[in-house]
């Protein structure tokens, strides 16, 4: 495999590695307290649909677009994301915004599955919809990504096996150490995934817009592929700029349960 395919693993890795880690929080506290059964039964079900809403987008988008209109479309949603990411980072960087504590959620969940009361029938529908829900969501991202990554770099099969390695590495270390990951440092891998998905939403985003040429034929960057790694150092420098400019002017950190609020009521 040459370089741009090891990239291309590597980033879908570290990408899906952040959603995996999530939702293994959502899945282990349904387990230990309201029991294994129906939430692997909610689990399995989430796969099964996503399996399913996968194959037919990867489909449309693959089928149906001209390259350039793939690529300006999925890279101007990168691009999206990523901003969304990059812009939670810098608040938690510059202390403006409360980090990530995948211990505090896996309590809530936990309290939550404790008060929510027993299930009459032999499948519990609160442990069940919990995990079905929160592998859902946490699984679209995951598939957004594959097939985003994958479509336009035309390897779909590798963004999948970085997905795929990932969701095996959480797994085994939520296996060995049976409580909460939250010895990563979520924080720093979710600006990291802000920075890819902003450098290459960049990346493909602007190729797309040779859609609007004559002759419809994308864009291409001076030092193609390597145009990608000079993205994520002018983000991230960007980034650190703006880390350095909040801090100057820093307000205590909320703490998470009303950060959490704040989230709710922005749009």
Known sequence: MDAATWGLIAASFVACFVEMVEASTIVMAMGFTRGWRS??????????????LT?????ALGRWFPEAALQLVIGGLLLTFGLQWLRKAILRASGRKATHDEDAIYREETEAAKAAGNSAGRLDMFAFMVCFKGVLLEGMEVAFIVITFGLNA?????????AAGAVVTVLGIAFAVRRPLSMIDENLLKYGVGLLLASFGTFWAVEGIGLFRADRASL???AQD????VLLA???LLSRLWVSALRRTSRPIPTRAAAD???EKTP
Not at 55 to 59: C, F, P, V
Not at 154 to 162: R, T
Not at 226 to 229: F, G, K, T, V
């Open 39 to 52: 939430a692997l039964v909610g689990v399995v079900a989430a796969l099964a649909a996503l399996a399913v």
């Open 55 to 59: 194959s037919i987008a990867g489909y």
């Open 154 to 162: 035309h390897n779909v099969p590798a963004a999948g096996l970085g």
């Open 220 to 222: 291409h960057w001076p």
């Open 226 to 229: 390597l145009s990608i790694l």
């Open 234 to 236: 002018a983000w991230f």
């Open 261 to 263: 609020t704040v989230e």
